[in-house]
T-cell receptor, first 114, second 114 residues
């Protein structure tokens, strides 16, 4: 029973298209995130949500719009895809915003923009 | 700016040997965490060490933390082929009044030669 699941696992699309990545966690956590991992494996936080509310938007272009319909889901919609958006996107969750808690990651979505 | 910096960037050792990876960070922390990422997979939490702890053990893992030097090390003893992965240190950032997302280093890619 996967704790954090995201779909799809692979996404290949053309420049200019709009795409969405879905994420769900069944851990009962309050806090969810989106991270982007580039080709050099560097992980950078994009968004942080707590109980469906946006906490952090780390200077991500507004072509990226997260949506949290409930605290178990955090989806990522990307408009007008660009070549530079190619990366692996990870969804993660934590129990809450208290420190000293571990994060649980999904398997990642490898996005390739051609 | 990037919080954690691991070194070495890559490490190749023989099975059975010990592997040591280091991490340095720049700002004050509440805790430091280590994660493992197998190829093509999400990150898995290994161990968390609080800022008031100096050393922590979990199975074959030993983590040390030196807050005066802003550094941590991860030691894997008696390495196995299955330990081949990338290892990341991560620290908590406090932007929105809570622990709002882990900041990751660039990672150490560990290869265990059979």
């Amino acid at each position: 029973d996967t704790a954090v699941s995201q779909t799809p696992k692979y996404l290949v699309t053309q420049m200019g298209n709009d795409k969405s990545i879905k994420c769900e966690q069944n851990l009962g956590h309050d806090t969810m995130y989106w991270y982007k991992q580039d080709s050099k494996k560097f992980l950078k936080i994009m968004f942080s949500y707590n109980n469906k509310e946006l906490i952090i938007n780390e200077t991500v272009p507004n072509r990226f719009s997260p949506k949290s319909p409930d605290k178990a889901h955090l989806n990522l919609h990307i408009n007008s895809l660009e070549l530079g958006d190619s990366a692996v996107y990870f969804c993660a969750s934590r129990r809450d915003r208290a420190a000293n808690t571990e994060a649980f990651f999904g398997q990642g979505t490898r996005l390739t923009v051609v | 700016s990037q919080q954690g910096e691991e070194d070495p960037q890559a490490l190749s050792i023989q099975e059975g040997e010990n592997a040591t990876m280091n991490c340095s960070y720049k700002t004050s922390i509440n805790n430091l965490q280590w994660y493992r990422q197998n190829s093509g997979r999400g990150l898995v939490h290994l161990i968390l060490i609080r800022s008031n702890e100096r050393e922590k053990h979990s199975g074959r893992l030993r983590v040390t933390l030196d807050t005066s030097k802003k550094s941590s090390s991860l030691l894997i003893t008696a390495s196995r082929a299955a330990d081949t992965a990338s290892y990341f240190c991560a620290t908590d950032s406090y932007i929105g009044g809570g622990a709002d997302g882990l900041t990751f280093g660039k990672g150490t890619h560990l290869i265990i030669q059979p």
